[in-house]
T-cell receptor, first 109, second 114 residues
């Protein structure tokens, strides 16, 4: 079992929908949490990060961490076709950062 | 400022052939990484280098070797390629950005082993 679990999808939603992407992790030593976005045939790029439990907002994106349940979420409001990509969560700390498998998101017009 | 560059972009090998994937970064980062990405498996760490002169195994190191040539360059070598090594290979480097250790990825190398 990987230290960071993520449903690979695909997740298909209509334009304008609210999207929820989720990961769970098992290592209590993880201290920070990130979301990377990867477009087809490209390398991943950092989208958001957070250190603590709670919410962090950036435009249409909200990252949420619940350390008590070891649960990481990314919410996308008013989703757009340009949000279609694979979203990877990453957990890090004193260990080498660990990626989830990634969730493929498709936003159709 | 090119970030992380990788060569080649595409490669086709026959079983048993060898090759080296090259990676360079111009961000003065200490840490560098090699990942492979396969459908449904996500990014799996092959090797990493926390600083110039050091390398360590990741999750899937078998069949690979690495060299941290200097602070900028980190190469990945397949000594005897196997079809199971068909994958997309990503190099990354990491450094502090706004107080957060952030990984920056190259564009990837698509390798097919026949």
């Amino acid at each position: 079992q990987k230290e960071v679990e993520q449903d690979p999808g695909p997740l298909s939603v209509p334009e304008g929908a609210i999207v929820s992407l989720n990961c769970t992790y098992s290592n209590s030593a993880f201290q920070y949490f990130m979301w990377y976005r990867q477009y087809s045939r490209k390398g991943p790029e950092l989208l958001m990060y957070t250190y603590s439990s709670g919410n962090k907002e950036d435009g249409r994106f909200t990252a949420q961490v619940d350390k008590s349940s070891k649960y990481i979420s990314l919410f996308i409001r008013d989703s757009q076709p340009s949000d279609s990509a694979t979203y990877l969560c990453l957990s890090g700390g004193s260990y080498i950062p660990t990626f989830g498998r990634g969730t493929s998101l498709i936003v159709h017009p | 400022n090119a970030g992380v560059t990788q060569t080649p972009k595409f490669q086709v090998l026959k079983t048993g052939q060898s090759m080296t994937l090259q990676c360079a970064q111009d961000m003065n980062h200490n840490s560098m990484y090699w990942y492979r990405q396969d459908p449904g498996m996500g990014l799996r760490l092959i090797y990493y280098s926390a600083s110039e002169g050091t390398t360590d195994k990741g999750e899937v190191p078998n069949g690979y070797n690495v060299s941290r040539l200097n602070k900028r360059e980190f190469s990945l070598r397949l000594e005897s390629a196997a079809p199971s090594q068909t994958s997309v290979y990503f190099c990354a480097s990491s450094g502090l950005a706004g107080g957060v250790d952030t990984q920056y990825f190259g564009p990837g190398t698509r390798l097919t082993v026949l």
